[in-house]
């Protein structure tokens, strides 16, 4: 009885020390990342869509990611920098700190409307003013439809991928949820921005993007078309 209400207390205790190690981790990586607050928010939810949101990423692929930057395997311009000043301990900090955020969700795509031409209406008959709002409505549902038709088709190229141009399903390695996979550093994908979504594809595809393990990625990105990029970025920004 004693032995194990012992074996219980050390566990506990252990366990304690393990969460205080984390929290202290996470208090650190919240100092250590004021700098990168200005482009990817203060909890790591940025605003600007090109800027990709790091909130509940995975640490494992955080690190990795960190570590590509700083030694120039994966490019980016404004990122380099930023990582090169990064100890070890500082990238692992960070990363705690930005997998314990939470990550916010995304608005609907956009609606693609033309432009509505509004000068000179005052001047039309009511009959004639009519028609214009039928015709307001009847686009506003066409392009209704269209968002609802790249949504589907984004969902089924998660699910499905696309077998006659070999373009293997998101969901295997992304998870259901768009979760990734953490002990396998995989990127989550759910909550973040299309436009980064869209632009990260398109690198992967052209090659400028080539970390990615046996070219993981690339092999995907390089056989989907605009448009199946596009509703597969819409979809992924807007899953929960
Ligand atoms: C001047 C703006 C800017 C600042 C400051 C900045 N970043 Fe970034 N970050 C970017 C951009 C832009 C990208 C996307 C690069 C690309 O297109 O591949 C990025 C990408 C990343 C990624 C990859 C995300 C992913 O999903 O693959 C990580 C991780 C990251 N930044 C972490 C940081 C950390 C940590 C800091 C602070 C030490 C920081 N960034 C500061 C602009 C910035
Ligand atoms: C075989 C596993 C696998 C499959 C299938 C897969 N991915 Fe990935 N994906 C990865 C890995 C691994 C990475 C991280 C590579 C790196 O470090 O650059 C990644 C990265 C990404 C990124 C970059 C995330 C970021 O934060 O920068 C996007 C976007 C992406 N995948 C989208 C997709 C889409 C869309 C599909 C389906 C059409 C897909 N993936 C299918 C393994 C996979």
């Known amino acids: 009885m004693k032995k194990s209400l012992l074996a219980v207390s050390i566990s506990l205790s252990l366990f304690a020390m393990a969460s205080n190690v984390h929290a202290a981790s996470i208090k650190a990586g919240k100092d250590k990342s004021a700098t990168c607050a200005g482009c990817h928010g203060e909890k790591g939810n940025s605003l600007v869509s090109m800027y990709p949101k790091l909130a509940s990423q995975n640490e494992e692929y955080l690190v990795k990611t960190l570590h590509a930057f700083k030694d120039g395997t994966r490019n980016g311009p404004m990122m380099s920098s930023m990582a090169a000043g990064l100890s070890d301990g500082d990238i692992e900090d960070i990363a705690t700190f930005y997998e314990a955020q939470k990550v916010t969700r995304n608005s ?67 998870g259901p949820t768009g979760e990734g996979n953490k002990p396998a550093a995989f990127p989550a994908l ?17 090659g400028k993007r080539a970390n990615d393990a046996d070219n993981m990625m690339h092999m995907i990105a390089k056989r989907m078309s605009a448009e199946e990029i596009k509703a597969t970025a819409y979809y992924i920004s807007i899953m929960k």
Do not use: F, W
Request: glycine letters at 4%; a negative charge.
């Open 190 to 206: 759910n909550g973040q921005h299309a436009d980064y979504l869209i632009k990260t594809l398109n690198d992967y595809k052209e």
């Open 108 to 174: 609907l795509p956009p609606l693609e409307l033309e432009e509505e031409d509004e000068e000179g209406n005052e001047d039309l008959s009511e009959e004639q003013q009519a028609e214009l709002k039928e015709k307001a409505v009847a686009a506003k549902q066409a392009a209704q439809e269209q968002r609802d038709a790249m949504l589907v088709q984004g969902n089924d190229i998660y699910l499905n991928g696309h077998l006659e141009s070999e373009i293997s399903a998101c969901i295997a390695c992304h």
